[in-house]
């Protein structure tokens, strides 16, 4: 079979076998090699993590309601903003879109049965989940005050730093395998099971979003590896690599941490980037525009990503030769995330838009991504950034990326890809008041935190003068109303699982794989492997009343995509 | 009209007005005040880009809103238009966008080669960073703790260095950041412009007290900012014994009083009423050796904070060796024995005498009628006995 119907899954009966009752009891999940069940493991443990470590920023935000003491002393509050940010980076926002919701979509996008290597696969997810177990025991064995950073000489001082930065830095060197085993099968399942017909240039723009985010994996994150192994080393047995009291110098440390933590920003956004474009397009039912700008565009950023970790050390004592070339470099980071803005936006000109809850997910990323993209060009600015580093300033903008953006987008992701992977619809209107309250909530708290910045208020920091008070009583106010957006989330989400509608094939009216198999997809995904042609070409997909799913005009007939070759 | 036509436009209104809000606060929303020669252009390079970015900003939301608004439609409509891409659009959106970035990283690293070399002839001062506090060391010999004397209308550069961990020197009013790297002297230089206070703070996490690490630049004219630094210079070399320890209240404490209490309360060390209630007397420590709380256990105290750890507490003082002098040592330690005559904002008591310091001193020999003079509390009665510090 060469053409492919999308009006008729090839598994139309659903419940009757998918991948959710393929296999019965706890073991067939814990050592599955079903890349969709992978991925549901991934999900429920990322979602787990972010819960907790939502939880921290709460407990951040109370705390710095007032100056001084609010709930708690200065160790527990340091405890607090250090396991929040490790969290977040760490164990959520970088696992998230790759390996929980890219392990599930990524091979039916491409038409296969599963990712190249599924046992390595699943030993991504074991390795993530003993790092993880590093990461808690880091609270059992002194707890962690170092900040996400782990910033020497503070770190390896044990007079200084508590006693599970060893545990912690154990966990973040095996974090780093998972991540890396993932991003190779990833490159190795996009090169060689893509499916006749998908050409590079006709691949779904996740899956370029998804290989340059992998490159990125594959790269980078050796040198973190090796840079928090000499820090254990370090603290451990005083070998003198960041110590300069024994010749050491802590900014080589700082050089190896950006050197693998800028790459990680864009490991963390470049995913969100490629579910914006799915999600724009689809919701919009028209063809993206300008598809190659786009697509060059992710490889653009990953490859300038290596060139820029030096804007986190303006301050740092590096040279001022050094501080200019970053600064230039870092400029041109911002073309190709314009471009990418840009080319959304004209995406919705003359579509047909259906204002979904992830469509207003996507406008939400564009809003906020817009912002903290333009308020890095204040950062980017050497004279500006000299005021600004280690202010609140820094704190707003990556929160508008890393997590007003990436997280933005993988929450859109997630109810985008939700009917598809739990079979259930759930409450729409819910989810758009849901969205609605993310969205203020998230902006009163971050937007506030620029003025607070400029002003003159640093980061990390416990007591603040009492001018700056009314800054952080609004922040804390929209934390609040954030996580309130977050619980009903959960709630709807959860709620659908049970009492939801049964979700049909395509309920947006999708044109990529993942849409033409059946919700939820078999074990197999496809009995055949499919054709494909322009996965943004909408013109012949429509609305079916009757059966409550789209499907394609001219049943019967070749896809018109298929005209093409 | 449609309700998402309706809260399109009310979306975009509100874009807008928020634009203009922006630009018109302006400064005064954003930055405090512009007290150093750099500041003002700094400003002016953050506005820059700020109005470049709520122009963009506002551009691409009215759009993305006047959008949704106009081509929300039901699921069984159609897009009306088929275009996949448009390059010439697109090549302009690129290379605008390509040549405002280059303007911008040119004015941004103009303004900051300015703020790195100092002028020739700049004030040197010397400042000392350590968990969790600072200390500035001028050119005639005075040093004060967390308290930043700089002349007005002079180019200063700072020579920093830590004692520990990474610190950060930030003035917010000057707009100059720089962090201390230990084993290196990093610099900073300014010029202010404004006499007044304005505040020091730490800017890079060091731990505990990492957001007490603070301390004040005092801004005056260059006649004034001499008469302070000759005071400063003169306190601690020629005093008595009492005036020693009301020195150390009013010029060192400052860098004791985030860990140590005056009113009895326990903070990340002993509070320094406890250790004065228990002068002469014997204190077992956490590693079961006694010591009697005297002079010299002060001074092991200070030098070498991890010797005796009192219970309950850990071990988090940094030692002061090097930072404090012996005459500054045996200002605090005087300080310490002799708090029964302070009160808990670190003042000596009214009505206290001046001589209490010697139990059988000698009067007539500290001049005056042996109170306390004008600058360390009420005038008192002459002829109070002084007080024995034995239990």
């Known amino acids: 079979m060469t053409t492919l119907d999308i009006s008729k899954p090839l598994h139309p009966t659903i419940g009757e076998d998918n991948y959710l009752t393929h296999t019965r009891g706890i073991l067939s999940w814990l050592f599955t090699l079903d890349h969709k069940r992978i991925g549901v493991n991934y999900l429920v443990c990322v979602l787990t993590s972010f819960f907790f470590g939502g939880m921290f920023a709460l407990l951040v935000r109370t705390e710095l309601l007032t100056p001084g003491k609010t709930i708690v002393e200065q160790d527990a509050y340091n405890q607090f903003f250090t396991l929040h940010g490790a969290i977040m980076v760490f ?11 890219g392990n599930f979509v990524l091979p039916i996008m491409l038409g296969a049965k599963d990712v190249a290597f599924p046992r390595l696969n699943l030993m991504s997810w074991w390795l993530w989940v003993t790092g ?40 973040v060197f095996i974090l780093g395998f998972s991540s890396i085993f993932t991003g190779l099968n990833f490159i190795v399942t996009i090169h060689r099971l893509r499916p006749p017909g998908m050409t590079w240039f006709r691949m779904p723009l996740f899956l370029w979003a998804i290989y340059s985010t992998a490159i990125l994996q594959v790269l980078a994150t050796p040198v973190i590896g090796i840079t928090v192994a000499l820090l254990m080393f370090e603290r451990t047995f005083g070998i003198g690599i960041f110590d300069p009291k024994l010749g050491g110098d802590p900014v080589l440390y700082q050089h190896f941490f950006w050197f693998y933590s800028h790459p990680a920003v864009y490991i963390m956004i470049l995913p969100g980037m490629g579910i914006i474009s799915e999600l724009i397009a689809v919701h ?31 301050t740092s004592g590096q040279s001022p030769l050094m501080n200019a070339m970053f600064s230039a470099i870092t400029f041109s980071v911002a073309i190709p995330s314009a471009v990418k803005v840009f080319n959304w936006v004209a995406t919705m000109y003359k579509g047909s838009i259906s ?55 993988m929450i859109g992701g997630l109810h985008h890809w939700w009917p598809k992977m739990t079979g259930k619809m759930y409450n729409e209107n819910l989810g758009r008041l849901a969205c609605a309250l993310v969205f203020i909530g998230f902006n009163v708290t971050f937007f506030t935190q620029f003025f ?18 009314v800054y952080h009583i609004i922040s804390t106010i929209g934390s609040y109303i954030l996580a309130i957006g977050f619980f009903l989330t959960a709630g709807y989400l959860i709620h659908s699982l049970f009492r939801g509608k049964k979700a049909p094939a395509n309920p947006w009216g999708g044109r990529s794989l993942e849409w033409q198999c059946a919700s939820p997809p078999p074990h197999d995904n496809f009995a055949t492997t499919p054709t494909v042609g322009d996965c943004y070409d909408f013109s012949t997909v429509e609305w079916d009343e009757k059966q409550g799913t789209f499907v394609v005009h001219g049943e019967g007939q070749p896809s018109p995509a298929h005209s093409h070759h | 009209m449609s309700t998402s036509r309706l809260i399109a436009i009310a979306l975009i209104v509100l874009t807008i007005l928020g634009g203009i809000a922006l630009v018109i606060a302006g400064d005064t929303m954003w930055f405090p005040r512009k007290a150093s020669t750099v500041a003002p252009q700094m400003d002016l390079v953050f506005n820059i880009i700020t109005w470049i970015s709520i122009f963009f900003f506002v551009l691409i939301m009215v759009v993305m809103f006047w959008f949704a608004g106009e081509y929300h439609t039901g699921r069984q409509a159609k897009a009306t238009s088929d275009v ?16 405002l970035v280059i303007a911008i990283f040119y004015v941004g690293l103009e303004g900051y080669l300015n703020l790195r070399v100092a002028p020739v002839g700049a004030y040197d001062v010397r400042v000392t960073a350590q968990k969790w506090s600072w200390l500035f060391e ?56 404004e006499a007044g206070e304005f505040d020091l703070f730490c800017a890079e996490y060091c731990g505990k007290d990492h957001s007490m690490m603070r301390a004040k630049v005092i801004v005056k004219p260059e006649a004034e900012f001499i008469a302070d630094l000759k005071e400063a210079a003169e306190l601690h070399k020629k005093l008595s014994d009492s005036e020693l320890a009301q020195y150390a209240m009013s010029k060192l404490y400052v860098r004791c009083q985030s860990c140590h209490s005056l009113d009895g309360k326990r903070g990340t060390g002993p509070s320094w009423r406890e250790t004065n209630a228990n002068w002469n007397k014997e204190r077992v420590f956490k590693d079961g050796n006694k010591e009697v709380v005297n002079e010299n256990y002060i001074r092991e105290s200070i030098l070498n904070p991890g010797l005796h750890i009192v219970e309950t507490f850990t071990n988090a003082m940094p030692t002061f060796k090097g930072q404090l002098d012996d005459r500054q040592i045996a200002a605090l330690t005087l300080a310490i024995k002799n708090l029964q005559h302070f009160d808990n904002a670190g003042k000596l008591k009214a009505g206290e005498a001046i001589d209490w310091q010697i139990p059988g001193g000698f009067p007539g020999l500290y001049g005056g009628d042996g109170s306390v003079p004008a600058n360390g509390g009420a005038a008192s009665s002459p002829a109070t006995i002084p007080p024995s510090n034995t239990p």
């Open chain 1, 132 to 171: 993880a177990v590093f990461f808690v025991g880091s609270l059992f064995t002194g707890g962690l005050d170092t900040g996400w950073t782990f910033y020497t000489p503070y770190s390896i001082d044990k007079g200084s730093a508590m006693g599970g930065a060893v545990s912690a830095l154990m966990g």
């Open chain 2, 84 to 99: 996949t891409h448009n390059t010439p659009l697109e090549l302009t959106w690129t290379i605008i966008p390509l040549i």
């Open chain 2, 138 to 193: 001028h050119s005639n010999g005075a040093s004060e703790a967390n308290v930043l004397r700089v002349p007005l209308n002079r180019p200063v550069r700072l020579l920093m260095q830590s004692k520990d961990v990474l610190h950060a020197c930030f003035i917010p009013a000057f707009r100059v950041k720089q962090d201390i790297v230990p084993g290196r002297i990093s610099t900073i230089w300014f010029e202010a412009k």
């Open chain 1, 355 to 409: 204002l979904n809850t992830p469509m207003l997910y996507a406008m939400a990323f564009l809003f906020i991504f817009s912002i903290g993209g333009l308020t890095g060009l204040h950062l980017g600015t050497l004279a500006v950034d000299i005021h600004l580093h280690d202010t609140y300033f820094v704190v707003a903008h990556f929160h508008y990326v890393m997590m007003g953006s990436a997280l933005i987008a």
């Open chain 1, 284 to 314: 919009s039912h028209k063809h993206i525009f300008g598809y190659r700008f786009i697509a060059f565009s992710s490889v653009a950023i990953a490859i300038f990503s290596f060139l820029v970790w030096g804007h986190h050390m303006f």
């Open chain 1, 91 to 101: 164990l959520v926002i970088i696992p998230s879109i790759p390996a929980a919701l």
């Open chain 1, 452 to 469: 607070l910045g400029t002003k003159g208020g640093t980061r990390r920091s416990w007591d603040y003068l009492p001018e700056f008070q």
